[in-house]
């Protein structure tokens, strides 16, 4: 199959579109051939060499998370699924045009919901579900903010607080003032405008998908006993503040969880956005334009 292939870190350069051998599922694994990935930040961070000391690669590396494309092959004692079925899920080496899955972690893919597009939710979606869920675990009526709302991520997790009871404050960018208006927030907030971060008022929570200086500021907003929850890990500052609970969250596989996040953007109660699809093989142009950012996802198809 072809496949995108890292030999060594660097930049989007170094990853190399080549022949690699077909993936074999084992008992319990599906093999999947891919419709389509997408790019996320973990990826080019694991590319440029910015994670090795925590999450180092063995050379040669086959990146990406997201999984979305067609049952090819079952492994010894696979029932859940037959060939042919549409399905998805958070797993690896997906940049290649197949990949091999566990069954425990395969959903199937909503029958609205386009096989292409659904690459772009399950890193996203689930990080951004389980930053509250598992993260903050807001009560009903709680007030929380979540940092980086336009985000693949920052949406899921306006979405899940409201669905949760929430009051939800949108933290973005002034110039993503617009957009943020249109995710169902109680309220949205320009976090590069001074003034109004200092008129923000105490809050029972923070959602961080941002980090850095951004986080090292909303800290300091979260009231006595409440709880700052991040995916980047704690802010620099953190033991400025020891009253605050100050969780990390790291996305784990939920194949259940999943298919019903797949089925709210299926039936548009969220939106994930995309910003452009690109071939495989222009993996380098792809993770280039996502870590420019943007408002959608970099998708690459096989």
């Known amino acids: 199959m072809k496949a995108i292939v890292l030999h060594e870190y660097g930049g989007p350069d170094k990853l190399k579109y080549e022949d690699v051998d077909d993936p074999v599922p084992q008992a319990g694994e599906v093999l999947v051939h891919l419709s389509a990935t997408s790019v996320n930040p973990v990826d080019y961070k694991l590319r440029s060499g910015a994670l090795k000391e925590f999450m180092s690669l063995q050379f040669p590396a086959i990146l990406g998370h997201d999984i979305a494309g067609i049952v090819r092959s079952l492994g010894m004692g696979v029932t859940r699924f037959k060939e042919g079925d549409r399905v998805m899920a958070l797993g690896g080496r997906s940049y290649a045009e197949f990949a091999v899955v566990k069954e425990s972690d395969l959903a199937l893919i909503p029958e609205n919901l ?6 772009a939710l399950p890193l996203v979606t689930l990080t951004g579900q389980q930053l509250i869920t598992r993260g903050v675990r807001p009560q009903a009526g709680q007030t929380l903010l979540v940092a980086g709302a336009v985000g693949g991520v920052g949406r899921t997790a306006v979405y899940t607080a409201k669905q949760l009871g929430a009051t939800v404050i ?21 976090l590069d405008d001074e003034r109004a971060v200092e008129k923000l008022g105490f809050l029972d929570a923070v959602a961080d998908c941002v980090g850095h200086e951004t986080a090292e500021m909303l800290i300091g907003k979260v009231k006595q006993g409440g709880i700052f929850a991040s995916v ?7 033991n400025l503040h020891p009253t605050v609970r100050v969780e990390s969250v790291q996305v784990i596989s939920d194949a259940a969880g999943l298919r019903k996040l797949a089925e709210d953007v299926a039936a548009r109660r969220f939106t994930v956005p995309i910003d452009r699809i690109l071939p495989l093989s222009d993996a380098a142009k792809a993770q280039e334009a996502a870590e420019k950012g943007g408002l959608g996802k970099v998708l690459l198809s096989p």
Do not use: F, H, M, S
């Open 114 to 119: 386009d096989l292409t597009d659904a690459a």
């Open 170 to 190: 949108a933290g973005v960018r002034k110039r993503q003032l617009e957009a943020a208006e249109k995710l169902g927030a109680d309220e949205v907030l320009a």
């Open 232 to 238: 980047l890990g704690a802010p620099a500052n953190a």
